[in-house]
């Protein structure tokens, strides 16, 4: 549990605090994988802060961008390589009385590959934790001061995810779960904090509008969540299961009743549903792995895709380029460096040609979405190769974690930027579809993390998320 919120910030160096200047510039990364924060506990060998827990930190010894990612190889034995910054976030200017020292906190949010760490000897333990144990008042973990402002800069909120034209769906949908993780866990603390009165009070009364306050909250939280991805299934069936199983409107195993439901059973059920979202899209990814051998033709960039090329043993992989971003050429030089075998890059309007030209045994793509009668909606270009690779005799599969699967047979399509395409001065209309839809007619198998589903198979797995959004029927009993 965090000391104190609001008077100071995390800054390490084993200088001693008396040579120090009263101002200085530290930069503090955190690592993030499978939705949890690398946390490390600061040893005797530093001089501020020991046996604090905290991220990874440094001064700013010039320029930040630089040094922070200096402080993550000394301190975690992480290369560049293996790191992706997601974001840095505004600076935090915070002052230590104690130390009679002011820091400038420079935050930033990285996404890293694998839990592999080598710790220096500024540290002798760590963890990776939800980032909400930062203020988790049964924790009796010490943090350095101010560490949960610091993450506040870099984490998730609902307008990045509504902003994010680079991530898949499925990665977005964890985010969404984060938020709303990250959310009910500072309700939590604030109950112990006791900040409003009727929160400190003990009486069943006081108790039950601190409960339907924060379901309120976190239900509002909830539906801008859903609101901020329409196309995205897969963000919005785990909303709803997080929500419906906090409610106790679904079949689990779990306790909880309407009368109970806060912030507390909010947090448990997003964690669970953070732990339960990163396995399904491995087991998907595993799934999907028997289908690499060979050729394998993909284009874009699914997450799940490439952990499937990974855990399989394709002999040359063909990616489209996925024009406008040119998502596949990252992908392609990603799985350049990984595989041990040839990665070809070929503009998306030579699919029809490397299918007809070359022996490609099978197409691999993801989805962000599958309509209840089997069509897939994913990155534009994937409707195309699908029917030119059913002309060559090519079987398509689609490789998606089976919460992907929409409710709604109306799909919201959504349209990148006009300048992606043209920025000249003509009066040009111009179209800069993201997404198109691919009938279920060229699709062979779909490889979830249920096994491999055939396309009549979906209809019944959205019947199942149907009766998950109805949490939102259940409203008016969990808040009354």
Not at 90 to 103: A, F, G, M, Q, S
Not at 277 to 306: I, N, Q
Not at 340 to 355: F, N, Q
Request: charged share 30%; hydrophobic share 40%; glycine share 6%.
């Amino acid at each position: 549990m965090e000391s104190d919120m609001n008077d100071a910030s995390d800054a390490t160096d084993d200088t001693d605090p008396a040579t120090e200047p009263t101002q200085a510039d530290v930069v503090t990364a955190f690592l993030r994988n499978r939705g949890e924060i690398l946390c490390l506990r600061r040893s005797d060998a530093v001089g501020t802060y020991s046996g604090q827990w905290g991220g990874v930190s440094g001064f700013a010894e010039g320029d930040p961008d630089s040094q922070v990612r200096t402080e993550i190889r000394e301190e975690t034995g992480l290369g560049d390589d293996d790191c992706e910054l997601v974001r840095a976030g505004r600076p935090v200017t915070v002052t230590d009385p104690d130390l009679d020292r002011e820091w400038t906190v420079h935050p930033y949010l990285f996404d890293v590959d694998h839990r592999e760490i080598d710790p220096s000897e500024e540290h002798d333990e760590f963890r990776w934790l939800p980032p909400t144990v930062i203020v988790d008042p049964a924790d009796d973990r010490e943090t350095v001061p101010a560490l949960w402002t610091a993450y506040e800069r870099v984490a998730p909120t609902v307008r990045s995810i509504a902003a994010d034209d680079e991530h898949g769906a499925a990665a977005l949908s964890i985010r969404a779960l984060e938020v709303l993780r990250d959310r009910a866990g500072l309700l939590v603390a604030e109950r112990d904090d006791g900040g409003d009165e009727s929160y400190a009070a003990d009486s069943d009364e006081a108790g039950a509008v601190r409960t339907e306050d924060e379901w309120d909250e976190l239900a509002a939280l909830a539906g801008r969540l859903l609101e901020a991805r329409p196309s995205m299934a897969v963000l919005r069936n785990r909303v709803n299961r997080v929500m419906a199983d906090a409610s106790g409107t679904t079949g689990t195993d779990s306790d909880t009743t309407a009368a109970s439901v806060g912030a507390p059973a909010v947090l448990a059920a997003a964690v669970a549903g953070i732990d339960r979202a990163t396995a399904a899209d491995e087991e998907a990814a595993a799934a999907a792995s028997k289908f690499t051998e060979g050729t394998v033709m993909t284009l874009s960039r699914s997450g799940t895709v490439l952990d499937a090329l990974r855990k399989g043993s394709p002999s040359r992989v063909f990616v489209a380029e996925s024009r406008p971003a040119r998502e596949g050429i990252d992908a392609a030089e990603r799985l350049a460096a990984e595989l041990d075998c040839p990665i070809a890059v070929h503009t998306d309007a030579a699919v029809a040609h490397v299918l007809a030209t070359e022996a490609v045994d099978r197409v691999l793509v993801g989805a962000d979405t599958i309509r209840p009668d089997g069509a897939a909606v994913n990155k534009t270009g994937t409707r195309t190769l699908a029917i030119a690779a059913a002309r060559a005799d090519v079987p398509v599969t689609v490789v998606a974690a089976a919460d992907k699967v929409s409710t709604r047979e109306d799909v919201n399509l959504e349209s990148g930027s006009r300048n992606a395409v043209y920025d000249g001065d003509c009066d040009l209309d111009v179209l800069n579809p993201t997404f198109d839809v691919t009938p279920a007619e060229f699709v062979a198998a779909f490889a979830t993390e249920r096994g491999v589903l055939d396309p009549g198979d979906i209809e019944a797995v959205a019947d199942e998320f149907t009766e998950l959004a109805g949490w939102r029927e259940h409203e008016s009993s969990v808040s009354g």
